[in-house]
């Protein structure tokens, strides 16, 4: 199996990068793409923006993508109870190219924060805007308190019930 695996933010001390490579690691006998949007940088889109440039070769690789995965795990940080704005942005780019851009992939949605939420919002909005976008949800998990549940030193969560959910949340990929 080939997995996608990304966290949808462009910080490079992402909590949600930790989290999307430790569950690809969960992942036995997969060949899992970690993939870092800083490398998907685009102008932020408009319809205006988008004639003048046409459709930038960055997101057409980004939907290629997701078009040459068996699966996509991402993991969703929040800001101000959305998207980022580096995915967002990525993302609206990408759907111009392909409406259906998750291409009925089985996708695995995470969210971590270092508060209690989570980051429950913003994965309510991607587990909800998921099916208008052809994707097929699998599981969806959101880690609270991040912090406190992760092992830095070993790279894995300390939570053992949380552990177990997303190990659960993960097999059903395959």
């Keep these: 199996m080939n ?14 990068k930790k989290l999307v490579r430790y569950a690809a690691s969960l992942l036995e006998g ?8 800083n490398d998907y940088e685009l102008p932020l889109f408009s319809v205006d923006k988008e004639k003048k440039l046409g459709q930038p070769q ?8 997701i ?16 998207y980022t704005a ?5 993302f609206d780019w990408g759907s111009r190219i392909n409406k259906e851009i ?8 995470l969210a971590t924060s270092p508060g209690p939420g989570g980051a429950g919002k913003v ?15 699998r599981a969806s998990l959101s880690i609270p308190s991040f912090h406190q549940n992760f ?5 894995c969560l300390s939570n053992s019930a949380l552990n177990d959910e997303l190990i659960a949340a993960i097999s059903s990929l395959q």
């Design 3 to 16: 997995v996608l695996a990304f966290a949808a933010s462009s910080s490079t001390q992402s909590i949600n």
């Design 30 to 37: 997969a060949q899992v793409q970690l993939l870092d949007l």
């Design 58 to 65: 960055l997101a057409h690789d980004f939907v290629a993508k």
């Design 67 to 82: 078009g040459a995965c068996d699966a996509l795990i991402i993991s969703f940080a929040e800001h101000n109870g959305t």
């Design 86 to 90: 580096a995915y967002k942005n990525l």
């Design 102 to 109: 998750y291409q009925d992939k089985p996708i695995v949605l």
């Design 123 to 137: 994965l309510e909005v991607a587990v909800n805007s998921i099916p208008h976008f052809n994707g097929d949800l």
């Design 151 to 155: 092992d830095p030193d070993n790279n």
